[in-house]
């Protein structure tokens, strides 16, 4: 797994790999994860390894691609006769830059079923969902069906991992573990690539996930589990069910559970937000993405912005903590529906907004739409963390260059730096300092 320079509060265990492995440790395969997340000194480990395996799997997206070319570089010059097999959702849209100078094999979209048969020694070119080099010739097979019966997969492979690395941050130090409870988004915005997982939303059973939770909490330690699903109160009945088997087991009691990937603003329900709360949901991400109403039907997203603030409400008084995401210099954006985010989020009674730079990743509309009518400032075909640094990619119609980057820094500040989250800050503190003051001084 190539390594990301993100502080350790939000290092997350690579959950993509983990399957990944979970299957070959399954069919008999001697696995090791070399997590560069973890091990400081991950090169000279991948280097002593290379020796007891012929075949070296990396996992990549976007903001690892420039470490995932560092370390094919390092087993190339280590191992030529090395088999390197690449997967993720961004080989999976950029294969054809990868192949044959960074990986052998590029797995296509959900890799489960194609690194078993990969393992196997087939015929590359009988395997399905896989970009590969043969006779000096990129060749590209039939796209692998997605997998249906997510129930039939084994649970990420964990103890291959130092867990107890990731933490909560190091006054915390609580051990926290990534659960996805579905794949797929039916949902079309033109900024989201839905290369691996497709549009088909499928559901694991409520039973199978929570099979997961107790591996997780009574086997593992597990103290917060973060749901990543795409669309996870897509159908809020199966939410439900699956909060009242979480109150039934006790692990409510036992564990956290926070949603950051995000969920749409207009699925309403307050029935379901209570019965969160009281399971243990103690956060959760909405995904605005822009305050302007406009704007969210050009990007596809089509959130109602009335009903999402209706929503942002019911959360709150559900007893949830409330982030929201914004996207920051978007196409066909000009000063005013940038404005109009900026003040969406300073009226929402959320506790925090989170701001990135609009990134068109390869594979999407917008980097289509960009490559057709604009001008990259930095292609992100070859990665890029930029959408967390305040960096503008590209240039498009009324969006000149920098134009998002001041907006960016402006959104911040705005958000921030106003009376009612400083009053917050105020009494947050206060309150802290009340608390010391009555009990003691916390060792």
Known sequence: MPRTNIADLLLLPPHGILYI?????????????????????????????????????????IATMKDALGIAKLIRSKSPESKIIMGGPHPTNVFSYLIPRYADVVVLGEGEDTIRELAKNNRLSEVEG?????????????????????????????????????????????????????????????????????NKIRLRSVKNVILEIDQLVNHLGIKQIQIWDDNFTFYPDRVKELCKEIIKHNFHRKVRFIIPNGIRGDVYDEEMFKIMHRAGFEGVVVGIETGSQEMQYKIGHNLDLEMAKKTIVALKKAGLKVTLFFM????????????????????????????????????????????????????????????????????????????????????????????????????????????????GKSN
């Open 328 to 439: 920051i210099g978007l196409p066909f954006e000009n000063e005013q529906t940038m404005q109009e985010t900026i003040d969406f989020a300073k009226e929402s009674p959320a506790d925090n907004a989170v701001f990135f730079m609009a990134t068109p990743f390869p594979g999407t509309g917008m980097y289509d739409l960009i490559k057709e009518e604009g001008t990259f400032l930095k292609d992100p075909i070859w990665g890029t963390g930029d959408y967390t640094s305040g960096q503008q990619l590209f240039a498009i119609g009324a969006l000149k260059s920098k134009m998002a980057e001041r907006r960016f820094y402006q959104a911040y500040k705005d958000y921030y730096l106003n009376l009612r989250k400083i009053t917050d800050l105020f009494w947050l503190l206060m309150g802290r300092t009340l608390a010391i003051s009555i009990f």
């Open 130 to 198: 896989i970009a590969y080099w043969h006779d000096n010739t990129l060749k590209v097979n039939k796209r692998r069906a997605l997998i249906e019966d997510l129930d039939g997969l084994p649970f990420p492979a964990l103890s291959l991992l130092h867990s107890r690395s990731y933490a909560l941050g190091a006054v915390l130090r609580k051990k926290k573990a990534i659960m996805i409870t579905s794949r797929g988004c039916p949902h079309r915005c033109f900024y989201c690539t839905k290369a691996v997982h497709g």
């Open 21 to 61: 492995a979970a299957v070959l440790v399954q069919d008999g395969y001697k696995v090791k994860i070399v997590d560069s997340n973890q091990d400081n000194d991950y090169k000279n480990s991948i280097i002593k390894l290379l020796p007891e395996y012929d075949t070296i799997g990396i996992t990549v997206n």
